[in-house]
T-cell receptor, first 108, second 114 residues
């Protein structure tokens, strides 16, 4: 059975304090890994797609990396507006499986 | 920009009522999906559709049905609402046949069943 695990569940950061979120997966036939951002009461907003180990994508203060077993979302010098829940999803041949998310709170 | 809209942001229904949740996308996407999201459980797939009048069960289809009469519209139906169907419901669409493309989400409908 496909499994996607995100850690930590919650992360509290001071503004400017860089950190990383982890998404580990056990799936057969990985076709892609997605990162989404979700604000309270809203739908997930697409951030990145990674397709193969070694691939990296960047957007503003966010950088996503992928290995054969996990992905990291690095937040560099975060600001309060980066506060959100970050969701990881893994695409296999049959479906998209989501992790439970990491809720990030950035204090000014 | 891709736009996925859902008919209601908040709904309150009573146990046993029939509930319709509507989703519309404006980008001519082939694939559409319905998920529910619950704290600690992540997003779980209820049903999806690759084409008009076509539907496939997801991981948790029990108690739900769907309808796709037009390419841009995908409806989720709760035949007889129960309290354990209180949840956040999210619709998504993606542009290609199969499941290999980015899914774009609507704003969600928060359903409370009393």
């Amino acid at each position: 059975e496909d499994q996607v695990t995100q850690s930590p569940e919650a992360l509290r950061l001071q503004e400017g304090e860089s950190s990383s979120l982890n998404c580990s997966y056990t799936v057969s036939g990985l076709r892609g890994l997605f990162w989404y951002r979700q604000d309270p009461g809203k739908g997930p907003e697409f951030l990145f797609t990674l397709y193969s180990a070694g691939e990296e994508k960047e957007k503003e203060r966010l950088k996503a990396t992928l290995t054969k077993k996990e992905s990291f979302l690095h937040i560099t010098a975060p600001k309060p507006e980066d506060s959100a829940t970050y969701l990881c999803a893994v695409q296999t041949t049959s479906r998209l499986s989501f992790g439970a998310g990491t809720t990030v709170t950035v204090r000014a | 920009d891709v736009k996925v809209t859902q008919s209601s942001r908040y709904l309150v229904k009573r146990t046993g009522e029939k509930v319709f949740l509507e989703c519309v996308q404006d980008m001519d996407h082939e694939n559409m999906f319905w998920y529910r999201q619950d704290p600690g459980l992540g997003l779980r797939l209820i049903y999806f559709s690759y084409d008009v009048k076509m539907k496939e069960k997801g991981d948790i289809p029990e108690g739900y049905s769907v309808s796709r009469e037009k390419k841009e519209r995908f409806s989720l139906i709760l035949e007889s609402a129960s309290t354990n169907q209180t949840s956040m419901y999210l619709c998504a669409s993606s542009p290609q046949a199969g499941l290999a493309e980015t899914q774009y989400f609507g704003p969600g409908t928060r359903l409370l069943v009393l």
